[in-house]
C-alpha cells in the first residue's frame, strides 16, 4: 500500500466557551506518537513552534503527580517556559495535565487523545481554560501557526521513526 506524504491541516475549534480544540492525523502508529510526545529526548526535534525555536529544556516526570517543564529560547536568546503536572496517564491512549505559562496567564487543563485507524494515527488536544476570555487571549498569541508548524515538523519526525508507516 502506498501513502502521500502530502502535508495535513491542522484543524481548531472552539467547541465552547472555553475550550480550544487542535485534531491533526498523522502517519504513525499512536505507540511513536505517545512516545514522541512523552520521552524527554524527542519534543525536542518537533515541539517547536515558529521557525528559530529550540527546546533546550524539556524534563518530564510521566506519572500521575509527576512535574514538566518545558523552556524554548528563540536564536537572539529570548526564552519562553512553561510547566505542568500530569494528572492521567493512560499509554498509548491518553494524557491528561495542567499547563502554566506563568504570569498573569492562567492554567489550563490539557486532555490529549490519540486514536489509531489504519496506522495512522489522530491526534486531538483540548485545552480547557478558566474563562471565554483566557481562551480567546490565548487564540490571539499566534498558538495556531506555532502549532501548526509543530505538528508538521512531528509528522515528518514520526516518518523517519522505525516502526512508522
Known sequence: MSTT???????????S????????VVD????LVFEAWTKPEHPPHWMLGPS???????E???RPGGAWHFVWRRSDGTEMGMRGVYREIA????LVATESWGGDWPETLNTLVLTEKDGRTTITQTMLYPSR???DAAL???MKEGASESFDRLDAYLRERPGSR
Do not use: N
Open 17 to 24: 466557551d472555553r475550550e480550544i480544540v487542535m485534531t491533526r
Open 5 to 15: 506524504h502530502k502535508a495535513r491541516a491542522t484543524t481548531f475549534t472552539t467547541p
Open 28 to 31: 504513525a502508529p499512536r505507540g
Open 133 to 135: 476570555e483566557a481562551r
Open 60 to 62: 518530564i516526570d510521566l
Open 140 to 142: 490571539e498569541t499566534g
Open 91 to 94: 499509554p498509548p491512549e491518553r
Open 52 to 58: 528559530g525555536w529550540t527546546l533546550p529544556v524539556c
